[in-house]
Nanobody
Framework: QVQLVESGGGLVQAGGSLRLSCAAS????????MGWFRQAPGKEREFVAT????????AYADSVKGRFTISRDNAKNTVFLQMNSLKPEDTALYYC???????????????????WGQGTQVTVSS
């Protein structure tokens, strides 16, 4: 059983930056692809970014490409999401998720992920 705990959310003005962290415990972190998703009030959960077990490959939603960067530190069992040039439409509850995989694979689909954190709120004011 993998436990995921997100941190780093908060209130920021448009154009600002935040760095989210997700600390994992209870499993072999390097066996999991990791993803970040978000959910705004009244909307479905949506894909934000994902990274392979090794960290060698990443993918982003078009809405965040060029502004957000996903990375991981397997020695510290942590995945990060650096968010720059934030916009009010980035306001959401941000979740990290873990996907067990035997290959260097990632996924944009939330239904494929095995474990989820509780989320951290990001609010961007205009």
């Amino acid at each position: 059983q993998v436990q995921l705990v997100e941190s780093g959310g908060g209130l920021v003005q448009a154009g600002g930056s935040l760095r989210l962290s997700c600390a994992a415990s209870g499993g072999t972190f390097s066996m999991y692809a990791m993803g970040w998703f978000r959910q705004a009030p009244g909307k479905e959960r949506e894909f934000v970014a994902t990274i392979t077990r090794s960290g060698g490959k990443t993918a982003y939603a078009d809405s965040v490409k060029g502004r957000f960067t996903i990375s991981r530190d397997n020695a510290k069992n942590t995945v990060f999401l650096q968010m720059n040039s934030l916009k009010p439409e980035d306001t959401a509850l941000y979740y990290c998720a873990a996907l067990f995989t035997v290959s260097d694979y990632f996924s944009r689909s939330p239904s494929t992920y095995n474990y989820w954190g509780q989320g951290t709120q990001v609010t961007v004011s205009s």
